[in-house]
């Protein structure tokens, strides 16, 4: 295991588990920010920001 990325397996579990309902689940690449500095960055921030308070939510554009 590395701090510097995310091995691709542990991205993509979730997608099978959403799959079959009716959840939407969208991935999305942090470019350039280590693992471990996920939680303090400003573009991690804006996502969730999306997330949780804009109509559009994360749906891709």
Do not use: C, F, N
Request: charged share 15%; no cysteine.
């Amino acid at each position: 295991m590395t701090d510097g990325s995310v091995p691709v397996y542990q991205i993509t579990a979730l997608r099978s588990l959403v799959a079959p309902s009716s959840l939407t689940y969208h991935e999305h690449h942090v470019a350039g920010i280590g693992h471990g500095r996920l939680h303090a960055s400003p573009q991690m921030w804006r996502l969730i920001a999306r997330l949780l308070w804009t109509d559009d939510g994360l749906d891709p554009k």
